[in-house]
Every structure is written in C-alpha cells, then in structure tokens.
C-alpha cells in the first residue's frame, strides 16, 4: 500500500472518530435546562405508539 493512501485512510477514520465522540458526549452530557428536539423527539414515543391505560376493577365497582 502506497504511504499517502494509508494517510489519506487514516485521516478519514480520524474524522469519522472525532464526529462519533462529539454525537457521544452531546448524548451523555451533563446539561441545564430543555432538552434539544432531536433528543425528546427520541425518547418520546409516538401517540399510536403508547399504551392505553387498563381500566381496572376497582374503577367498575365505584358506587355513587
């Protein structure tokens, strides 16, 4: 393998490491106030996607 082209790889899998950690660290940092859009649009389910709350049987048997 030519000299250059193994630099040229390796400055490319540098890059790609750096954007990974800087994705990690905005992940997993420690943070004040509202999370951004992208992060709650992540952990917030999608309304057809959550679970409908069981009626239990001690709502059926109230008595007014």
């Known amino acids: 393998m030519d ?3 193994i630099i040229k ?3 490319s899998q540098r890059e790609e490491i750096v954007r ?3 994705a990690l660290e905005r992940i997993n940092g420690k943070r ?3 999370p951004p859009k992208w992060m709650k ?3 917030e389910p ?3 996607e959550r ?3 069981p009626v239990g049987r001690s ?3 109230k008595t007014d």
């Open 9 to 11: 790889e390796l400055h």
């Open 46 to 48: 999608a309304l057809t």
């Open 51 to 53: 679970k409908k709350k």
């Open 41 to 43: 649009a992540r952990k």
């Open 3 to 5: 000299i250059n082209k």
């Open 20 to 22: 990974v950690m800087t």
């Open 59 to 61: 709502e059926d048997k």
């Open 32 to 34: 004040r106030g509202r």
